[in-house]
Structure formats: structure tokens, C-alpha cells
């Protein structure tokens, strides 16, 4: 009773409860914004070679009061209060909607998306359903779509993560391990993976020039998935000479502010299209 008594204090401590009911405000909020439009979809283009390949889809909530509020302070709370099955959704439809406007056109039907998708959503037992499901309401192409992993699945269930990567793998989707060194994974089940491709985590890339370390990261992460067999991208380039010495890492793909910020889809498709007639 004693104990009970001291976290009962905890649990009304007016700080924790300020941020509590912050958070239950933010989360009906999310709600709320989802039923009335207010998430939105954003496109960073892909570099490979000096050509744009494809975008990854990051998603935006244009809050009515706050303005843009970032997925960093949204994505924890909706996978916590389980709102990221359907804001999951919302993105593998609009992202497929997209691709299947794109495929009708000459430039444009070349690019694949790439969509972030969480634990809490991939764990889901209908997630291969609701993927196959988003690619036929759209009408879009299954090779085209890739899919963002990060190493936190491993953590659950490996043989569960992999049967499901198989299947959608049997339809064409593709698959990328996001933030590649930032988690636990173990190497043995890198190499049972069905994946294309690992990501360079942007917290190498920031210091890659400064920092051997981070260097030395750099260039073991590349040797490693390309040895693999895996395309290696790094994101989160925003110099010129980042871009240089990841190149003659032999990092050849790479997402950054160095291109261009994550931007609207019709930004992006001017973007592309500018690209391509330069
Ligand atoms: P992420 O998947 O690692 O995405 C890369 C983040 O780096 C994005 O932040 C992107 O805007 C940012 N970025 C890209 N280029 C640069 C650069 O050159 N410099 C710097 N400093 N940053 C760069 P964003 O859009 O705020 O997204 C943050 C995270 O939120 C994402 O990290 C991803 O984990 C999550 N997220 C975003 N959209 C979704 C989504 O639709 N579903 C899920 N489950 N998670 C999402
Ligand atoms: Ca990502
Ligand atoms: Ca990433
Ligand atoms: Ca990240």
C-alpha cells in the first residue's frame, strides 16, 4: 500500500501531469486532423548516379493552431496510442496514389516511393493485405514500392518479419533497412533479410568529414551491403564534399538537402522533371 501510495504521488506530480494531458490533447488532436485532411505528404527525391530514381514519402501534419508539427513529435505518440495503424494506412494509400499517377506519364513512370512504416504497423497480422490493398485501389505497380524497415523489427519476431517481407517480396515490393547502424540488428539476420537496400543513418553522415569514426562507419557500411548485394544510400547529404567523399566510398545513392528538402508532390514532380530536361 505504501508503494502504491508513492507512485499515486509519482502519477499526480502536476509536471507529469501537465505533460499527460498535453499528450491526450495532442492525440485527439491527431484524430481529429486525420478525419479532416490535415496530414499531408511530402516527396525527397533519390539520387543514384546523378539521376532522380525515385522519392521517399515523409509524412506532414499541418496542425490548425501549432502550424507544421514534425513526425519526430507525432510518429512515438500514434504508435503508443495505436493511431499509426490508420495514419499507416492513410500513407501506403496516398504514397500508392501517387505512384499510380506517376506511372501514366513518360519521365515520371521510372521512379519508385519509398514509405517508412513502423513496427507497431508492420507487426499488424493484416499488414500484407492492407499493402496489397492500397497497390490495387490505386492501380499502382508493386515493383515500384519500397518499403522502410528499421532494425527494431528484428528485435520481436525474426521469423514473423521475414515470412511477411517474403510474401510482399513475391509481389515485387522492395525493401530497405532504414537507419542501418543506429540499432541492434545482428549481422546473421542481415543476410536472411529479403532486403535492396541498407541506409546510411544521417547521424554518420553529418561528421563524415570530421569525424574518422564516423568515417570509418561509413565506409564499413558500404563495404557491407554492397558485398550483400545491396544498394547502400545515404541520407541526410547536405555538402558537396559529403556527397564527394561518400562517392569515393563508393556510395553511389544518396538523399539530402544538398538536392533538395523533402517538398510537396507537385514540387517534386516539377523537380524531377527539371532534372531530367537539364
Ligand atoms: P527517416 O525515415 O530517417 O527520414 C529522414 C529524415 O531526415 C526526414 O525527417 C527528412 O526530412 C530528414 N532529412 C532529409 N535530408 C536531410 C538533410 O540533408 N539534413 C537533415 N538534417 N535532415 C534531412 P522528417 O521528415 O522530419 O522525418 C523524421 C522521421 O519520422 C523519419 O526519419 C521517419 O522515421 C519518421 N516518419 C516520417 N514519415 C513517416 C511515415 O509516413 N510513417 C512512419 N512510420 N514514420 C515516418
Ligand atoms: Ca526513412
Ligand atoms: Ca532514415
Ligand atoms: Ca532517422
Redesign the pocket.
Known amino acids: 500500500a505504501k508503494a502504491a501510495g508513492r507512485d499515486a504521488l509519482r502519477f499526480f506530480d502536476p509536471q507529469m501531469q501537465a505533460q499527460m494531458a498535453e499528450r491526450v490533447a495532442l492525440e485527439a488532436d491527431m484524430r481529429a486532423g486525420l478525419d479532416s485532411g490535415q496530414f499531408e505528404l511530402f516527396y525527397q527525391p533519390k539520387m543514384v548516379r546523378g539521376q532522380i530514381t525515385g522519392a521517399?514519402a515523409?509524412l506532414r501534419w499541418r496542425h490548425p493552431v501549432k502550424g507544421y508539427v514534425s513526425p519526430a513529435e507525432f510518429i512515438p505518440l500514434a504508435e503508443q496510442c495505436g493511431l499509426i495503424l490508420r495514419l499507416g494506412q492513410w500513407v501506403l494509400r496516398t504514397a500508392c496514389e501517387r505512384l499510380a499517377h506517376w506511372q501514366e506519364h513518360p519521365v515520371l513512370g521510372q521512379l519508385t516511393v519509398?514509405v517508412?512504416v513502423s513496427p507497431r504497423q508492420f507487426y499488424e497480422a493484416g499488414f500484407v493485405p492492407q499493402v496489397l490493398e492500397a497497390l490495387a485501389g490505386a492501380g499502382a505497380d508493386a515493383r515500384r514500392l519500397r518499403l522502410?524497415l528499421t532494425e527494431g523489427l528484428l528485435l520481436q519476431d525474426v521469423e514473423d518479419t521475414i515470412a511477411k517481407m517474403v510474401q510482399l517480396r513475391g509481389y515485387g515490393v522492395g525493401f530497405?533497412l532504414?537507419?542501418f547502424g543506429t540499432g541492434y540488428s545482428s549481422l546473421a539476420y542481415l543476410k536472411r533479410l529479403p532486403l535492396h537496400e541498407l541506409?546510411i543513418d544521417q547521424s554518420f553522415v553529418r561528421d563524415v568529414l570530421t569525424d574518422p569514426n564516423d568515417a570509418a562507419i561509413a565506409r564499413t557500411i558500404v563495404a557491407l551491403g554492397t558485398s550483400l548485394g545491396l544498394q547502400v544510400t545515404a541520407?541526410g547529404v547536405e555538402t558537396e564534399a559529403q556527397r564527394l567523399f561518400l562517392e569515393r566510398a563508393g556510395c553511389h545513392a544518396w538523399q539530402g538537402y544538398l538536392l533538395s528538402r523533402p517538398v510537396p508532390g507537385l514540387a517534386f514532380e516539377d523537380l524531377v522533371l527539371a532534372h531530367a530536361a537539364a
Open positions: 521517399e515523409l519509398a517508412n522502410e530497405s532504414d537507419d541506409k541520407e
